[in-house]
Structures are given as structure tokens and as C-alpha cells.
């Protein structure tokens, strides 16, 4: 167990619609950050933050945003969904210092139909 | 801009051999990191190793093993005596540790069955 939870584990919806994913870091970690995997792409970083802010931006759509509460869970916001969005959502925390291990959750699998 | 390259896709040995997975990268920076990640059938990624790059130790973890070489930018992988429960995708992945963004690059992965 990472100590990384994300809920849903799954997700169906449709094109068009608007989809909410959530993450509760370890105890502790203060980054959070966001991957998506999918068949193509392979595992991509999205974005990260760090004690409630935006710290780094990787290859997120400008469809897709994301926050970190106080209490430093984080949500990723996915609208206007495509069929090309279906993939492997992760999340992953760490201390937020350079070089420490990133853990991760289960993922979040969301499927466009 | 950093680059992470695992040119094996796939790889299948038999129980109890010893098998050998590499991984190339490429970055600018002195100061980097790099990271072993197991997913197994169930999906979720697992921490394996990290290594930075002042320390070329190889480093040994059981049965696991792992083969820092900066001369020829690789950080690969061996198992010994391969079990079942070894089969998964197995990542490498590098990130750095200048201004603040410690994302990680992966590379594309190399998936290891073991058969019984």
C-alpha cells in the first residue's frame, strides 16, 4: 500500500461530459502530482503542485485543470471529454523535495464511450 | 529536454533464469535522478529503486540488482532467478532537480513474463 488513494477506481461516461478524479496523498507529502497512461502516449506527466500551488505543467490539455486543497488532497478536472481522454489517470505524492521517490496510487481507469 | 529510452518492448525467459532490462537516458543536467517502477497485472505502479547521479554503486536488493553506468548513460536492471510473480511492466524513469519541477520522465516501458 503507497499510502497514495484515489477515488474512483473506475469511470464511464460519455463525450461531452465533465469528469471529477481525486487524490489523497500520503501523510506528510506535500507535491502532488498528476500522470496519465495511455496506449499511445505511454506514461505522460500532466501537472504538479506543491503546498497548494502550481509548480510544473507537462503536457495537460487546456480542457483539464487541476487543484490542491489546504488540506493538500488534489482533484483533476476533465471536461469536454473526447475519446481519445479514455486512459489511466495517476496520482502520485512526495515530500516535494528534489529526487524523492514519487509513490502512487491505484489510478483512476476512465473509459469515454 | 530529457529523454528515457527502454528498447526492449518485450521479453519472456523462463522460471528461475536471470534477465537483464535496460534503459538509456538522456539529460543536460549534472544533477538527476532515476527511478525503477514495477506495474504488474493489477495496474498499479510500484517503487523500486532510486539512484542519483553522484552515486554509481550498483546496489543490490535481493534478488533484484540494479547497474549504474554514467559513462554510457544507462541505468538497466537484472533479476535473479526470475520467479512468476516478477511478470509486470517495468518502467525507468529519470527526473531532475532544478527549478522546482521533479516530474517524472518515463520510458515506455518493458514488459517481463516469466514462464512457469
Known amino acids: 500500500d503507497s499510502g497514495v488513494t484515489q477515488t474512483p477506481k473506475h469511470l464511464i461516461t460519455a463525450t461531452g461530459q465533465r469528469v471529477t478524479l481525486r487524490c489523497s496523498p500520503r501523510?506528510?507529502?506535500?507535491?502532488v502530482y498528476w500522470y496519465q497512461q495511455s496506449l499511445d502516449q505511454g506514461l505522460q506527466f500532466l501537472i504538479q503542485?506543491?503546498?497548494?500551488?502550481?509548480?510544473a505543467k507537462g503536457n495537460i490539455l487546456e480542457r483539464f485543470s487541476a487543484q490542491q486543497f489546504p488540506d493538500l488532497h488534489s482533484e483533476l478536472n476533465l471536461s469536454s471529454l473526447e475519446l481519445g481522454d479514455s486512459a489511466l489517470y495517476f496520482c502520485?505524492?512526495?515530500?516535494?523535495?528534489?529526487?524523492?521517490?514519487?509513490?502512487f496510487g491505484d489510478g483512476t481507469r476512465l473509459s469515454i464511450l | 529536454a530529457q529523454k528515457v529510452t527502454q528498447a526492449q518492448t518485450e521479453i519472456s525467459v523462463v522460471e528461475k533464469e536471470d534477465v537483464t532490462l535496460d534503459c538509456v537516458y538522456e539529460?543536460?543536467?549534472?544533477?538527476?535522478?532515476l527511478f525503477w517502477y514495477k506495474q504488474p497485472p493489477s495496474g498499479e505502479l510500484v517503487f523500486l529503486i532510486r539512484?542519483?547521479?553522484?552515486?554509481?554503486q550498483n546496489e543490490i536488493s535481493g534478488r533484484y540488482s540494479w547497474n549504474f553506468q554514467k559513462s554510457t548513460s544507462s541505468f538497466n536492471f537484472t533479476i535473479t532467478a526470475s520467479q512468476v510473480v516478477d511478470s509486470a511492466v517495468y518502467f525507468c524513469?529519470?527526473?531532475?532537480?532544478?527549478?522546482?519541477?521533479?516530474?517524472?520522465?518515463f520510458g515506455t516501458g518493458t514488459r517481463l513474463t516469466i514462464i512457469p
Open positions: 502520485a505524492s512526495s515530500e516535494g523535495q528534489g529526487g524523492q521517490p514519487q509513490h
Open positions: 501523510s506528510g507529502d506535500l507535491s
Open positions: 503542485y506543491y503546498n497548494g500551488e502550481e509548480r
Open positions: 539529460t543536460r543536467d549534472t544533477t538527476y535522478y
Open positions: 539512484r542519483n547521479s553522484f552515486d554509481e
Open positions: 524513469a529519470l527526473s531532475l532537480t532544478t527549478g522546482g519541477n521533479e516530474k517524472l520522465t
